[in-house]
């Protein structure tokens, strides 16, 4: 099973921006496709982007041209860039490893870190 720790959580202020980082570990990450979620209190926990393992990527339309999901294969890491950061992106924020390279099954998820964007 795929071990996720994330980082790069904290305080901004809007408008500013952050860079989160999803560090693995375990074999078949190149294969898989990854994932960043987000849940805020009191709400679902929803989809903020995915990566496949080819680098095709997918973002929920209230991040789109704010955020950005990457990944570097050698560093068995993703990474969600976040600009232009909005009170309502506050959240905790927690990695996740698909079962497959396209991204239809979770297999593991991070601990979690959290975001507050003051306004």
Request: net charge positive; with cysteine.
């Amino acid at each position: 099973q795929v071990q996720l720790v994330e980082s790069g959580g904290g305080l901004v202020q809007a408008g500013g921006s952050l860079r989160l980082s999803c560090a693995a570990s375990g074999s078949f990450f190149s294969m898989n496709a990854m994932g960043w979620y987000r849940q805020a209190p009191g709400k679902q926990r929803e989809l903020v982007a995915t990566i496949t393992s080819g680098g095709i990527t997918n973002y929920a339309d209230s991040v789109k041209g704010r955020f950005t999901i990457s990944r570097d294969n050698a560093k068995m890491s993703v990474y969600l860039q976040m600009i232009s950061l909005k009170p309502e992106d506050t959240a905790v924020y927690y990695c996740a490893a698909y079962k497959d390279p396209w991204g239809t099954s979770i297999g593991s998820w991070g601990q979690g870190t959290q975001v507050t964007v003051s306004s």
